[in-house]
């Protein structure tokens, strides 16, 4: 079992910028990737960005805009969000895959991008 925590979340203006941390615990020896996805209001769960061992991958609405970094030390996944826009807002979820298969998710947090 994973457990994440993700904090970092909130209301900031267009072009502005925000750090989402997800800190994980538990059997974080099995981590194999860990990521964002993102879910707007009448919308599906969409990813944001992932990261596995030294390969990321991004959404293209993000692309250049957001960076995914990880702290294995501390087991813990960041995304900077940059150039932020009003269609970023969304309920952002930390995802971890373990080496099994399975999924985990964090709580969510709230980004909202005022325009």
């Known amino acids: 079992q994973v457990q994440l925590v993700e904090s970092g979340g909130g209301l900031v203006q267009a072009g502005g910028s925000l750090r989402l941390s997800c800190a994980a615990s538990?059997?974080?020896?099995?981590?194999?990737?860990m990521g964002w996805y993102r879910q707007a209001p009448g919308k599906r769960r969409e990813l944001v960005a992932t990261?596995?061992?030294?390969?990321?991958n991004y959404a293209d609405s993000v692309k250049g805009r957001f960076t995914i970094s990880r702290d294995n030390a501390k087991n813990t996944v960041y995304l900077q969000m940059n150039s932020l826009k009003p269609e970023d807002t969304a309920v952002y979820y930390c995802?971890?895959?373990?080496?099994?298969?399975?999924?985990?998710w964090g709580q969510g947090t709230q980004v909202t991008v005022s325009s």
């Open positions: 538990g059997s974080t020896f099995s981590i194999n990737a």
């Open positions: 990261s596995r061992y030294l390969s990321t």
């Open positions: 995802n971890v895959v373990v080496l099994s298969g399975d999924n985990y």
